[in-house]
T-cell receptor
Framework: SQKIEQNSEALNIQEGKTATLTCNYT??????LQWYRQDPGRGPVFLLL???NEKEKRKERLKVTFDTTLKQSLFHITASQPADSATYLC?????????WGAGTKLIIKP | GAGVSQSPSNKVTEKGKDVELRCDPI?????LYWYRQSLGQGLEFLIY????????KSGLPSDRFSAERTGGSVSTLTIQRTQQEDSAVYLC????????????FGPGTRLTVT
């Protein structure tokens, strides 16, 4: 069956450093992949979409890579700030629906 | 403009009771999704509405769960004879077009079954 793995342990990063989150998947070849941010008590908020023919996508301090050979996406936040602390979810495009990872909690320490 | 809204924000109910959860999508969005999120778990797809097409109910966990969407806008998720394992956050999302574009989520309804 399709499986998506995100690091279940919280990631602690010092302010100003680059945070890198990983999304691995198996038994699937998605046409594209999305990253969302979720704060406590709120619904996820869309950040970036990357297609299978794109190796990298950037938006301000965010960068996403998509390696279809490794079946992996990396999500980078450069010059991280305490306000970046949240849970980050990756989601792969299925037929009519997105298939979601459980998310990684990111904590940026001042 | 207004985003996706959901009500109630919190619902505590006794085991065996029925509950109704409501979602108001963004005006003009044709696709609407319901998800369930349990602590530490990914979003679990429940049901998908697209325009006037028959909904995709493949994610509904049992026949106690049902959903409808009236007039292509507001949607209601109904859980009959609630069980403790139904406790979770229920999220609604809408998208402007058919297809897997970015989804706009509501704040969710936290359901607790005692």
């Amino acid at each position: 069956s399709q499986k998506i793995e995100q690091n279940s342990e919280a990631l602690n990063i010092q302010e100003g450093k680059t945070a890198t989150l990983t999304c691995n998947y198996t038994n699937y070849s998605p046409a594209y992949l999305q990253w969302y941010r979720q704060d406590p008590g709120r619904g996820p908020v869309f950040l970036l979409l990357i297609r299978e023919n794109e190796k990298e996508k950037r938006k301000e301090r965010l960068k996403v890579t998509f390696d279809t050979t490794l079946k992996q996406s990396l999500f980078h936040i450069t010059a991280s700030q305490p306000a970046d602390s949240a849970t980050y979810l990756c989601a792969l495009a299925g037929n009519y629906q997105l298939i979601w990872g459980a998310g990684t909690k990111l904590i940026i320490k001042p | 403009g207004a985003g996706v809204s959901q009500s109630p924000s919190n619902k505590v109910t006794e085991k065996g009771k029925d509950v109704e959860l409501r979602c108001d999508p963004i005006s003009g969005h044709t696709a609407l999704y319901w998800y369930r999120q349990s602590l530490g778990q990914g979003l679990e797809f429940l049901i998908y509405f697209q325009g006037n097409s028959a909904p995709d109910k493949s994610g509904l966990p049992s026949d106690r769960f049902s959903a409808e969407r009236t007039g292509g806008s507001v949607s209601t998720l109904t859980i009959q004879r609630t069980q403790q394992e139904d406790s979770a956050v229920y999220l609604c999302a809408s998208t402007p077009l058919q297809g897997l574009y970015e989804q706009y989520f509501g704040p969710g309804t936290r359901l607790t079954v005692t």
